[in-house]
T-cell receptor, first 108, second 116 residues
Framework: GQSLEQPSEVTAVEGAIVQINCTYQTSGFYGLSWYQQHDGGAPTFLSYNGLDGLEETGRFSSFLSRSDSYGYLLLQELQMKDSASYFCAVRGNTPLVFGKGTRLSVIA | DTAVSQTPKYLVTQMGNDKSIKCEQNLGHDTMYWYKQDSKKFLKIMFSYNNKELIINETVPNRFSPKSPDKAHLNLHINSLELGDSAVYFC???????????????FGPGTRLTVL
């Protein structure tokens, strides 16, 4: 089976940096994705790591270590609009399996 | 606009009723999905279709029946609705697994189903 663990809630100050960790157990692994979901909205794709290392997209970066079955999403220069839920998702032998999400609250 | 669309956005109904949710994508994708997101925000896949063929059918009650008339549409019919069916249902689409470098899925806006 597949399982993912990520913190349920994180609070950070506007302008700061926050890291959301994700550990996974899976049979068959192709990569780790991250999705953002604002309250009342749909999940939207943020990033994907198929290989070990860091992927950077603007203020957001994502990291993967296959040997540790671990990844993280790094959000820099936090803005109030970054308050949302963030899901890691494993791409394996089946379509995406999502973690339970991390609710990020950005405070002034 | 290229997108995944769902109707209706809100659905309020009584226990025991039968209802349908429609989904359409104009992204040219071959794969479509239905997800259920419960009150705790857990996003769980229900069904996956490739080119109108059912690929994944997770542990979902038989009361839920997907229908794909063509690869751009995937509808969800629910019979004998129960209180526990209250949730947000998301339709999504993607390129065929293995053909996309990222496996990115595109989600519809969701249908909030409330069973009274």
């Amino acid at each position: 089976g597949q399982s993912l663990e990520q913190p349920s809630e994180v609070t950070a100050v506007e302008g700061a940096i926050v890291q959301i960790n994700c550990t996974y157990q899976t049979s068959g692994f192709y990569g780790l994705s991250w999705y953002q979901q604002h309250d009342g909205g749909a999940p939207t794709f943020l990033s994907y790591n198929g290989l070990d290392g860091l992927e950077e997209t603007g203020r957001f970066s994502s990291f993967l270590s296959r040997s540790d079955s671990y990844g993280y999403l790094l959000l820099q220069e936090l803005q109030m609009k970054d308050s949302a839920s963030y899901f890691c998702a494993v791409r394996g032998n089946t379509p995406l399996v999502f973690g339970k999400g991390t609710r990020l609250s950005v405070i002034a | 606009d290229t997108a995944v669309s769902q109707t209706p956005k809100y659905l309020v109904t009584q226990m025991g009723n039968d209802k349908s949710i429609k989904c359409e994508q104009n992204l040219g994708h071959d794969t479509m999905y239905w997800y259920k997101q419960d009150s705790k925000k857990f996003l769980k896949i229900m069904f996956s279709y490739n080119n109108k063929e059912l690929i994944i059918n997770e542990t979902v009650p038989n009361r839920f029946s997907p229908k794909s008339p063509d690869k751009a549409h995937l509808n969800l019919h629910i019979n004998s609705l129960e209180l526990g069916d209250s949730a947000v249902y998301f339709c999504a689409s993607s390129q065929l697994p293995g053909t996309s470098p990222t496996g990115e899925q595109f989600f519809g806006p969701g249908t909030r189903l409330t069973v009274l």
